[in-house]
């Protein structure tokens, strides 16, 4: 992040997103074709984000609200997974992407937050409150969790083919470059330094969390945990309240954090295709409109768009976490390339070419086995 800084400050990044306005210089500022592809790339991985998370509105919302809910009503209107999806596009995520500046999902993020600390308390608690070993019966025996004693230790290391997605699992995770200039450019005093201490904050509170749910996690159901930790906790508690309303509670965060990846991506379209126009209301509603309507349709009628775009993302999301950064900061620095920073960019440039070699590698390998 501080090299993406460092050459936005150059002016190489500030055009990316439309932010040259912002007081980037503008003397030595990329080419026209490579700001396109930037653009291009943004707009794929933000596209690769958002339908994402709305698959998982539209898979995981129906059985949050039939938790809540006594009796059999499968045929039901709240139950369905893509009326679900469409309610909450056009009645929560389209109305918060027209806000005009990021600035405004400020409270939004803030709610989001507080539903990541209960979830991670609830997370916490739970460790105390599921034994292990774990009595047989049948939620168990669906969840496959042996009642040795030897299944109860933790292990300070374990390696398998489900490893290697650690590390690109992970940098998804933390993919918050697209927003920094814009975040930028709303501050009330924009400089590297504050721009700095916000992303410092913003990813030391997110990892903290991170860390703490997959660290309880894990202990407390160890080597048999789930990939997708809520699953396990649910099959084991299946009417827990304080379960129920931690996985509604993820749901609202991951709509919630919609809009506020829609913002770059909208960003990004306008620079492609509208850059040559004057802004204006009608083109901000008719592009977040557009936008929206993809991402929407991509998430109703796509069943296997997370195999699709996970080989987009496998190269994007690596090549704006790792590549650019490192990239553009050895084309811009007039430093000697045995300096800190350029040594540290040129790792994190290699770094970002064999991750993304990797996972790609790895996603092709799984779809020949399927």
Same mark, same amino acid.
């Given at each position: 992040?501080?090299?993406?800084?460092?050459?936005? !400050?150059?002016?190489?990044?500030?055009?990316?997103?439309?932010?040259?306005?912002?007081?980037?210089?503008?003397?030595?500022?990329?080419?026209?074709?490579?700001?396109?592809?930037?653009?291009?790339?943004?707009?794929?991985?933000?596209? !690769?984000?958002?339908?994402?998370?709305?698959?998982?509105?539209?898979?995981?919302?129906?059985?949050?609200?039939?938790?809540?809910?006594?009796?059999?009503?499968?045929?039901?209107?709240?139950? /369905?997974?893509?009326?679900?999806?469409?309610?909450?596009?056009?009645?929560?995520?389209?109305?918060?992407?027209? %806000?005009?500046?990021?600035?405004?999902?400020?409270?939004?993020?803030?709610?989001?937050?507080?539903?990541?600390?209960?979830?991670?308390?609830?997370?916490?608690?739970?460790?105390?409150?599921?034994?292990?070993?774990?009595?047989?019966?049948?939620?168990?025996?669906?969840?496959?969790?042996? +009642?040795?004693?030897? /299944?109860?230790?933790?292990?300070?290391?374990?390696?398998?083919?489900?490893?290697?997605?650690?590390? @690109?699992?992970?940098?998804?995770?933390?993919?918050?470059?697209?927003?920094?200039?814009?975040?930028?450019?709303?501050?009330?005093?924009?400089?590297?330094?504050?721009?700095? +201490?916000?992303?410092?904050?913003?990813?030391? %509170?997110?990892?903290?969390?991170?860390?703490?749910?997959?660290?309880?996690?894990?202990?407390?159901?160890?080597?048999?945990?789930? &990939?997708?930790?809520?699953?396990?906790?649910?099959?084991?508690? @299946?009417?827990?309240?304080?379960?129920?309303?931690?996985?509604?509670?993820?749901?609202?965060?991951?709509?919630?954090?919609?809009?506020?990846?829609?913002?770059?991506?909208?960003?990004?379209?306008?620079?492609?295709?509208?850059?040559?126009? @004057?802004? &204006?209301?009608?083109?901000?509603?008719?592009?977040?409109?557009?936008?929206?309507?993809?991402?929407?349709?991509?998430?109703?009628?796509? @069943?296997?768009?997370?195999?699709?775009?996970?080989?987009?993302?496998?190269?994007?999301?690596?090549?704006?976490?790792?590549?650019?950064?490192?990239?553009?900061?050895?084309?811009?620095?007039?430093? /000697?390339?045995?300096?800190?920073?350029?040594?540290?960019?040129?790792?994190?440039?290699?770094?970002?070419?064999?991750?993304?070699?990797? &996972?790609?590698?790895?996603?092709?390998?799984?779809?020949? +086995?399927?």
């Amino acid at each position: 992040m501080e090299l993406r800084l460092c050459s936005s !400050e150059r002016g190489a990044l500030g055009q990316t997103q439309g932010s040259a306005s912002c007081g980037f210089p503008r003397s030595r500022r990329i080419s026209q074709d490579p700001c396109i592809i930037q653009c291009t790339r943004w707009t794929a991985n933000e596209a !690769e984000a958002m339908s994402s998370y709305l698959l998982i509105v539209k898979s995981e919302l129906p059985g949050a609200i039939a938790g809540f809910i006594s009796g059999h009503d499968s045929g039901s209107w709240y139950l /369905d997974g893509r009326v679900l999806l469409l309610i909450t596009s056009v009645c929560i995520v389209f109305p918060l992407a027209l %806000l005009p500046k990021i600035g405004f999902l400020g409270y939004t993020s803030s709610l989001s937050f507080f539903f990541m600390v209960y979830f991670a308390l609830v997370v916490v608690i739970k460790k105390w409150s599921i034994p292990c070993p774990l009595t047989l019966n049948s939620p168990i025996e669906i969840l496959q969790i042996s +009642n040795s004693t030897e /299944d109860c230790k933790a292990k300070l290391f374990h390696f398998s083919k489900e490893s290697a997605y650690a590390i @690109p699992t992970m940098a998804f995770s933390f993919l918050c470059h697209t927003s920094v200039l814009p975040i930028y450019c709303e501050l009330q005093s924009p400089s590297k330094s504050r721009m700095q +201490n916000v992303t410092n904050t913003g990813i030391g %509170l997110s990892f903290l969390l991170y860390f703490v749910s997959a660290l309880f996690g894990y202990l407390t159901f160890y080597d048999k945990v789930d &990939s997708e930790l809520l699953q396990g906790y649910s099959r084991y508690l @299946p009417h827990d309240i304080v379960i129920m309303t931690v996985r509604l509670g993820m749901l609202f965060a991951v709509i919630l954090t919609v809009p506020l990846i829609h913002f770059p991506a909208r960003k990004a379209v306008m620079m492609i295709f509208l850059s040559h126009l @004057p802004t &204006s209301w009608i083109c901000h509603i008719l592009v977040t409109l557009a936008l929206n309507a993809v991402i929407v349709l991509l998430a109703l009628y796509v @069943p296997d768009i997370r195999n699709v775009f996970g080989l987009v993302g496998s190269t994007t999301s690596t090549c704006l976490l790792f590549v650019y950064p490192g990239l553009f900061y050895l084309k811009l620095s007039r430093e /000697d390339f045995i300096s800190r920073q350029k040594l540290g960019a040129c790792a994190l440039f290699i770094f970002g070419i064999l991750v993304g070699l990797l &996972s790609l590698a790895l996603i092709i390998f799984n779809w020949i +086995n399927q």
